[in-house]
């Protein structure tokens, strides 16, 4: 069989599993990573040679110099694939794949998936539903918008992961405030009307233009509302044969065809207004989701995505057929949370419904599974209630810098 040779970057510490499972297919792997990652428990026996990329900030590099690097290694090896393991990366990878003309996922696919103006306008382009939204290059345009949106609304970064540098705001001057702050990086910023509602995520795996895999959750406390007020987080798998996640495998399937993506993972998230009880399109990235929802996903169907992701893009390089096991039919919930100490006491935790315990240093970090969806909240809701009494601890969200 012949060896292929994938390069994956990452500028934090993920993607172990996937580098595990293409290695076990016999692929030799390239490992691009930050210089501060080099003490990381990399999965080091399937990685064949690792380059290590300065940080000009957190999570970011400086192309150029990753671009001319690049082309170092393609003197003497030949890559087959780039793959991008979180969603800082994907603009890399695209970068690479450009210059270097290598198959997968360009510059301009991959702005759908990273950009959240770029994602929004293509929503709404075509015929997704998204909360009203505007750029915020041009004043008068920011002014037409809160003329007919009320408030609140939200500011955000168009190319942030997670819910990092998102503001609330109430009023005009507190929007006029922000955008004075925010100087030159203003256009990296977009404004959206705030919807109050339910957040939902949809995990996903597609091959040649098909999902092959879904798996739907709801938020039971979101990340926004986690970044910036502190807290725990608290998510669980939805029945597979329920009405919403019926919805939100529609929703996916209409974003997801839209947007042109192929191959891979994809990590999308929805809100049900609480006033109209419609579904409205947040953001999607073409990653595998983080803050360890790949565990909550693998407890309630067997799959692990990560993995599967890799035989996918081992099955595109060999042009194989590809296809995923049926999923099991468990519901799981996952709770994560700051705390005070490095190593929690997982005793007062433990029960029948706890099937994984994830080592985060100063976090909890607890996965249950059972047949019985009422049992997995009740075993969620506990915890956060043991976690809130005697662990928590609250860090307040900082600003985004500017530079």
Same mark, same amino acid.
Request: charged residues 30%.
């Given at each position: ?24 297919? /016999? ?203 502190? /807290? ?31 191959? /891979? ?11 109209? /009880? ?126």
């Amino acid at each position: 069989m012949e060896e292929k040779t994938i390069v994956c970057i990452s500028c934090y510490y993920k993607g172990y599993d996937f580098m595990d499972e293409m290695k076990k297919l /016999g692929n030799k792997i390239i490992l691009v990573t930050s210089e501060n990652l080099k003490e990381k428990n990399w999965p080091w026996e399937a990685i064949d040679e690792v380059f290590y990329m300065p940080e000009m900030k957190p999570s970011v590099w400086n192309l150029e110099h990753l671009v001319q690097g690049f082309s170092h290694i393609m003197k003497t090896r030949k890559v087959n694939a780039v793959i991008a393991l979180d969603d800082y990366d994907v603009e890399k990878a695209a970068l690479i794949r450009e210059t270097f003309r290598i198959p997968g996922m360009g510059q301009t696919t991959h702005r759908y998936f990273r950009d959240k103006l770029a994602m929004r306008q293509k929503a709404k382009d075509s015929g997704i539903n998204v909360p009203e939204f505007t750029a915020v290059f041009n004043d008068q345009e920011v002014e037409n918008f809160i003329s007919k949106v009320s408030a609140p609304w939200v500011l955000k970064p168009r190319s942030e992961a997670s819910a990092s540098g998102i503001k609330k705001l109430k009023t005009r001057e507190e929007l006029l405030q922000a955008l004075e702050k925010l100087g030159e990086e203003r256009h990296l910023f977009l404004l959206e009307s705030f919807k109050p509602g339910d957040v939902y995520h949809v995990d996903s795996l597609t091959f040649n233009k098909e999902i092959v895999f879904t798996s739907a959750s709801k938020y039971l406390a979101p990340p926004m509302e986690v970044s910036h007020e502190g /807290g725990v987080f608290r998510t669980k798998t939805l029945g597979r044969y329920s009405d919403e996640f019926k919805a939100l495998d529609e929703a996916n399937k209409k974003v997801l065809l839209n947007f042109g993506l192929m191959n /891979g993972a994809t990590h999308t998230e929805f809100i049900r207004g609480k006033a109209d /009880g419609k579904w409205y399109f947040l953001e999607t990235s073409s990653r595998v989701g983080g803050a360890h929802i790949p565990d909550l996903v693998e407890a309630s169907s067997n799959i692990n995505i990560w993995r599967e992701w890799a035989k996918i893009e081992d099955a595109l390089l060999r042009g194989r057929h590809y296809e995923v096991s049926k999923p099991t039919g468990y519901y799981s919930g996952l709770i994560v949370a700051l705390i005070k100490d490095k190593e929690p006491d997982y005793e007062q935790f433990k029960c029948e419904e706890a099937v994984k315990f994830i080592p985060i240093d100063y976090h909890v970090g607890i996965v249950y599974k059972s047949k019985d969806s009422e049992k997995v909240v009740e075993r969620l809701d506990l915890a956060a209630e043991r976690i809130h009494s005697h662990l928590l601890n609250i860090i307040p969200p900082q600003d985004r810098p500017t530079s």
